[in-house]
């Protein structure tokens, strides 16, 4: 039985200009909130952040997925892995820093000791136990993969590869090498918000003119298109205007800063904006990547890490300083924040059902499609909406439509999740 009922999932799986949004209680009801921790956040790829963060041996960083405490460490042989933070002796958390470097970790209450590779190597007065080994008793390891420098983990030792997982983002985003990119700036937001709310937040620029006066200056709402995606995520491309050269204070100046290794002259005109199923938003600036990370704590809780990329060499340069990119989105960030907020608010109340999408609202529907696929977990994966690039087309008369139609796919049940029985 899928968690949403029949009705519920076709008014979401109508063509877009018909279809309803996700139902009020899939942002309300805890019983949802934990089918999307139990088959979703506990199962598919999730980005827990950059292998730049743990580059040489020794070094460490905490990580937290689905509630799991996990330490993410390079070891001695050069290979990044993840362990669940958690002594095998009594269960406590053997790492207590955020980040740092180590020679081995010590549990901090009985002193066992695990290798860098997770293995025990010292436990105390355990000699003479039965049906013990060091061999048996390391920490306990998290599936780990890495692509385009982002750090990945999946607790769900069935995962597929993360290559299938990503699909056709892998291609897609063959001409770039974010490997290079460190974090400059990290910001955390506790966002009271249910986190599909901050996803459809995201997806789409209508509330830009009336919400974002500064950023709608940069990238105007209404230029821009979306890409056709089959895998785990939905994205699309605004158009910076006039001689706006990225996203940051000021009217957007880049302040000498060199684009990303990889970018196109057509990519230098523009932002892309990429929802990487089922919590990460990846957006690509000219001279920097954003990436916000979600982590749902609770129906209407969220944790929204933001961290800004540049070029190892462009925070090399003399004088660098992103601020004005820092502040740009900082800015934005709030007020989006502001709008979840209310919105979780008001869909508390039981006079709102469900809403309909504008028509500059394909790609929310696209987030909310894959939800409805997720839920459904039928094997159907429901054709997404394609808005096509409207800045060099005809103005639109009434009634005409420019996407394409909704089509339904049958494909085998994507990634990690089994068929329900
Ligand atoms: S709980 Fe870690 S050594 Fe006892
Ligand atoms: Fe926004």
Same mark, same amino acid.
């Given at each position: 039985m899928a968690i949403l009922t029949p009705a519920e999932l076709a008014s979401i799986r109508r063509p877009y200009r018909a279809a309803s949004l996700l139902p009020r209680r899939a942002y309300h009801d805890p019983e949802i909130h934990e089918f999307e921790r139990r088959e979703w956040f506990h199962r598919d790829w999730s980005i827990v952040g950059r292998e730049s963060d743990a580059e040489a041996p020794g070094e460490y960083f +905490?990580? &937290?997925? %689905? @509630? &799991?405490? !996990?330490?993410?460490?390079?070891?001695?042989?050069?290979? +990044?892995?993840?362990?669940?933070?958690?002594c095998q002796h009594r269960g406590t958390a053997v790492v207590e820093e955020q980040c740092g470097k180590a020679v081995r970790f010590q549990c901090p209450y009985h002193a066992w000791i695990y290798d860098l590779d997770g293995k025990l190597i010292r436990a105390k007065h355990t000699e003479d136990l039965d049906d013990f080994s060091f061999e048996t008793f390391g920490l306990r390891a998290v599936r780990l993969a890495t692509w385009q420098g982002f750090v990945f983990v999946s607790l769900d030792p069935a995962a597929p590869e993360l290559s299938h997982f990503l699909a056709d983002l892998v291609p897609h985003w063959n001409r770039f090498d974010f490997g290079r990119l460190r974090s400059a700036r990290q910001v955390r937001y506790d966002v009271?918000?249910?986190?599909?709310?901050?996803? &459809?937040n995201y997806s789409e620029c209508y509330h830009c003119p009336g919400l974002h006066p500064q950023l709608n200056k940069l990238t105007p709402y209404d230029l821009g298109g979306d890409y056709e995606s089959e895998g785990p995520w939905e994205g699309g491309w605004m158009e910076l205007a006039g001689n706006a050269e990225t996203m940051a204070l000021a009217g957007g100046h880049?302040?000498?800063?060199?684009?990303? !290794?990889?970018?196109? #002259? +057509?990519? *230098?005109?523009?932002?892309?904006?990429?929802? +990487?199923?089922?919590?990460t938003f990846i957006s690509?600036? #000219?001279?920097?990547?954003?990436?916000?990370? !979600?982590?749902?704590?609770?129906?209407?809780?969220?944790t929204v890490v933001c961290d800004w990329l540049f070029d190892s060499a462009t925070t090399a340069l003399p004088g660098f300083d992103a601020s004005d990119a820092y502040d740009f989105w900082d800015m934005t960030n709030r007020q989006d924040w502001h709008v979840c907020e209310l919105q979780q608010q008001g869909t508390k109340s039981r006079s709102w059902v469900s809403g309909r999408f504008s028509n500059q609202e394909a790609s929310v529907h696209a987030f909310d499609l894959m939800?409805?696929?997720?839920?459904?977990?039928?094997?159907? *994966?429901?054709?997404?909406?394609?808005? *096509?690039?409207?800045?060099?087309?005809?103005?639109?008369?009434? @009634?005409?439509?420019? %996407?394409? %139609?909704?089509?339904?796919?049958?494909? #085998?049940?994507?990634g990690s999740r089994r068929p329900k029985t």
């Amino acid at each position: 039985m899928a968690i949403l009922t029949p009705a519920e999932l076709a008014s979401i799986r109508r063509p877009y200009r018909a279809a309803s949004l996700l139902p009020r209680r899939a942002y309300h009801d805890p019983e949802i909130h934990e089918f999307e921790r139990r088959e979703w956040f506990h199962r598919d790829w999730s980005i827990v952040g950059r292998e730049s963060d743990a580059e040489a041996p020794g070094e460490y960083f +905490l990580a &937290e997925q %689905d @509630g &799991e405490p !996990l330490v993410v460490v390079r070891a001695r042989d050069g290979v +990044l892995r993840a362990f669940y933070n958690v002594c095998q002796h009594r269960g406590t958390a053997v790492v207590e820093e955020q980040c740092g470097k180590a020679v081995r970790f010590q549990c901090p209450y009985h002193a066992w000791i695990y290798d860098l590779d997770g293995k025990l190597i010292r436990a105390k007065h355990t000699e003479d136990l039965d049906d013990f080994s060091f061999e048996t008793f390391g920490l306990r390891a998290v599936r780990l993969a890495t692509w385009q420098g982002f750090v990945f983990v999946s607790l769900d030792p069935a995962a597929p590869e993360l290559s299938h997982f990503l699909a056709d983002l892998v291609p897609h985003w063959n001409r770039f090498d974010f490997g290079r990119l460190r974090s400059a700036r990290q910001v955390r937001y506790d966002v009271g918000s249910n986190w599909k709310f901050i996803a &459809e937040n995201y997806s789409e620029c209508y509330h830009c003119p009336g919400l974002h006066p500064q950023l709608n200056k940069l990238t105007p709402y209404d230029l821009g298109g979306d890409y056709e995606s089959e895998g785990p995520w939905e994205g699309g491309w605004m158009e910076l205007a006039g001689n706006a050269e990225t996203m940051a204070l000021a009217g957007g100046h880049r302040d000498g800063r060199p684009a990303i !290794l990889g970018m196109t #002259p +057509l990519d *230098e005109r523009r932002v892309y904006y990429y929802v +990487l199923w089922p919590n990460t938003f990846i957006s690509i600036h #000219p001279d920097y990547v954003l990436a916000h990370r !979600l982590v749902a704590r609770g129906v209407e809780r969220t944790t929204v890490v933001c961290d800004w990329l540049f070029d190892s060499a462009t925070t090399a340069l003399p004088g660098f300083d992103a601020s004005d990119a820092y502040d740009f989105w900082d800015m934005t960030n709030r007020q989006d924040w502001h709008v979840c907020e209310l919105q979780q608010q008001g869909t508390k109340s039981r006079s709102w059902v469900s809403g309909r999408f504008s028509n500059q609202e394909a790609s929310v529907h696209a987030f909310d499609l894959m939800c409805a696929d997720h839920y459904a977990n039928d094997g159907i *994966e429901t054709r997404r909406t394609v808005r *096509e690039r409207y800045d060099t087309l005809p103005p639109k008369k009434r @009634g005409e439509r420019w %996407d394409c %139609d909704r089509r339904q796919v049958r494909r #085998p049940p994507q990634g990690s999740r089994r068929p329900k029985t």
